[in-house]
């Protein structure tokens, strides 16, 4: 099939990557312009770009996606299909140019976690299984028909980064056989409806939404920090230091010096919840480097009190 493939990050390779390596034709791949990057600012490239780049295929970077030559230039191409992952928000005439329609790869069993931010919202809420879905695409975001779906276990050591890099695999190859499923069937797989009432959402996450509130139970503080490691990264604030917080351990320590308290014990760092202490086991004080706690330990100590019972 002839293919026009739509992506910017890291998340997107395989998929591409994957497609590329098979009888498919990929006719261009649209990624987002290039952007000031680094201490100097240089321009560089999306991850999807650097491997089309290597790939030596054909790469367009609109900087509007109502752009009339940007939108020519894909009806010349004539595509059979658009396949989307982790791209932005098509409009229907851009959508409804291939003859079979675009696809979109999302991180989450649709229709729970409809948004920006599935994986981290699932790791945030606790879940113990996520996935992917292969859906077409619609004018109303993350609604369309369902094609294939495939699910991971979310293990409770698990972090928003650990689920992405497998999802990132699993995705790539739910995004071929569904490929292959269209070209097989004719444009014309079977298909499910979603059902709206199960839907549940998962929006951008901004800065202010990474603070941590300590006032919790203690799974709920654990689960909202592994959800956001390794980024956006949750963080408190300390003696005017803001501290981003990336891994923790449960002490199973009862809490009884009220929540958000820093304290030492036998040389480890631990804060209190609602019910419990957590050991916090990686972080990263304001403007300096991300460190195990021992290493943390070595240059802060002095900022926090010993524990006394």
């Not at 497609?19 to 990624?31: E, F, Q, W």
């Not at 996520?130 to 369309?144: A, H, N, P």
């Not at 995705?171 to 499923?181: K, M, R, S, Y």
């Not at 609602?274 to 330990?297: D, H, P, V």
Request: glycine share 8%; charged share 25%.
């Amino acid at each position: 099939m002839n293919i026009i493939f739509m992506g910017t990050p890291a998340f997107a390779v395989p998929s591409l990557r994957i497609l590329y390596n098979s009888h498919h034709k990929i006719s261009a791949v649209v990624t987002v312009p290039d952007k000031p990057k680094g201490r100097g600012q240089h321009l560089a490239g999306s991850d999807v770009k650097k491997f089309a780049v290597e790939a030596g295929l054909n790469i367009l970077q609109p900087l509007s996606l109502k752009d009339p030559d940007f939108i020519s230039e894909l009806k010349d191409l004539a595509p059979d299909l658009i396949v989307v992952v982790a791209f932005r928000i098509l409009p229907k005439n851009i959508f409804k140019i291939p003859r079979f329609g675009s696809i979109n790869l999302h991180a989450s069993l649709l229709p729970k976690y409809r948004g920006a931010a599935p994986i981290n919202w699932a790791v945030i809420n606790g879940e113990r299984e996520t996935g992917v879905t292969t859906f077409f695409l619609q004018e109303k975001v993350d609604t369309g028909n369902i094609i294939m779906q495939k699910s991971i276990d979310i293990s409770g050591e698990d972090n928003a980064g650990t689920v992405h890099d497998r999802l990132m695999e699993t995705g790539a190859q739910v995004v071929f056989d569904t490929v292959d499923l269209i070209e097989n069937t004719n444009g014309a797989p079977p298909v499910s409806k979603q059902n709206n009432g199960e839907a549940t959402p998962a929006p951008k996450i901004f800065k202010e939404d990474c603070e941590i509130n300590f006032d919790q139970s203690v799974e709920k503080v654990y689960d909202f920090i592994r959800g956001l490691s390794p980024y956006p990264g949750a963080y408190t604030e300390y003696q005017g230091k803001q501290i981003k917080i990336f891994s923790t351990a449960k002490s199973h320590w009862d809490s009884l010096k009220g929540p958000g308290r820093f304290f030492i014990k036998e040389g480890k760092l631990y804060v209190s919840t609602l019910n419990e202490f957590l050991e916090i086991t990686e972080l990263q004080m304001e403007g300096k480097k991300r460190m195990n706690s021992a290493e943390f330990l070595n240059g802060y100590s002095v900022l926090f009190k010993k524990f006394k019972a």
